[in-house]
């Protein structure tokens, strides 16, 4: 049996609910409200560690971190194939997945943060965001959700973020001059990694991703929504 | 023809050479000096656009990344193994593999950096050092050298990354109380990535990795050190 524990269809959540569809597979979905702060629940801190959506279960195995849930399933269940076969095209697309890893993501998620996180927390007393910390596993998230919170990311922080996600989509134009699909020829999970991230930037990143500077990432991305598994997964629940 | 650029045999350029061997690979060797910039020469750079090292060259087909290379090594030249069979304990290699990546790496590296790189541009005069800066490719390896080079980290920012390091170090240690080698009963690409930032860390970090407080890494460390692929490694001029 599969299950995925996961919040909305968006940025993380959104890259392993996006795989599970294009498979076609089957899976129980257990949706954990963030707003709610879920995802720091005892109980389900005990299944990941970290306290971070998505996590898969398959038969009782535990697999966290998105990228390593869609390689997981691309090794169980190889069809239809979203790794490119050949070992040179595979180490390419996983460079795409690395890049928004470690670099888009990132920064997307300062942005993402500095908008949501003020309106979700405001009608809690101190006493009870406090409490809420407390729940967060990672230091570092302890960290992020604090400053989101209660003060503001520095601007120089939130330019550099802003700097940097524009570099991405430039990279990502760059790459669709190249070739269809990120990653070359064909679908792959490159581009459900990055769809994952750029899903909602036309509406609420305009300005960085647009007609007139991002044309090929603005209509690869019709492409992406017109997908039968993609329009499936956004109407996830 | 298998060709790889690397600095001296450490921290990421320890990785993929360190996998070649395990693999009895024959490679050329192109020892960049990373003392004298030579990752930022154009030449190395129309190779590698980010200018950092290593980069493997497989039969004119560059690969970057130094987990990448590893991952790509494996599916090309999968004997003797390196990354389970089994999907499940490979996902769990690939945990690994990227908490190396995204977050022990990131902190040691600027810990590594706030000791060397003063000692590595002092002898320039600014206008050459301003030289050496222009070449950078990435932006935030522009900041981190000028940072490191002509102020200081803030004490604020070295402080957390030494607390992520000691993390990483306990993260580790409570691995090899449950499994011989990092990620499970056998040796893998993990214990290459942790190796690869670990080698010198009884040296260099012996307050953080020491027989007191990590008593199976250090079990572990010498157990690496042990292997004839590993000595044949680090004797790598």
């Known amino acids: 049996m599969l299950e995925l524990y ?30 709610e702060f879920e995802q720091h629940d005892p109980e389900y801190v005990t299944i990941n560690p970290n306290g971070q959506v998505p996590t898969l279960v398959h038969d009782g195995n535990v697999i966290t971190e998105s990228t390593l849930i869609n390689e997981y399933l691309e090794d169980v269940f190889p069809k239809p194939r979203l790794r490119p076969e050949d070992p040179v095209a595979r180490a390419h697309m996983r460079y795409w997945t690395k890049f928004v890893d470690e670099y888009f993501c990132p920064a997307l998620s300062v942005l993402g943060w500095q908008a949501i996180i003020k ?57 669709l001059s190249r070739s269809p699909w990120v990653a070359g020829p064909d679908y792959t999970l490159a581009d459900i990694s990055c769809f994952a991230m750029m899903a909602g930037m036309p509406v609420f990143q305009p300005k960085i991703m647009n007609g007139e500077n991002a044309p090929r990432c603005m209509d690869w991305h019709a492409r992406m929504l017109a997908r039968p598994a993609v329009k499936a997964t956004l109407a996830i629940p």
């Open 6 to 35: 996961h919040g909305e269809p968006a940025a993380n959540s959104l890259k392993s609910l996006l795989c599970l569809k294009e498979k076609g597979l089957d899976f129980v979905s257990h949706r954990l409200n963030l707003a």
């Open 119 to 175: 309106g979700m927390v405001e009608h809690l007393s101190e006493q009870e965001f406090e409490a809420k910390i407390a729940r967060i596993p990672l230091k570092e998230q302890q960290d992020k959700w604090r400053i989101a919170a209660k003060q503001a990311f520095p601007k120089e922080q939130l330019d550099d973020c802003t700097r940097r996600v524009e570099v991405s989509v430039a990279r990502i134009e760059a790459a």
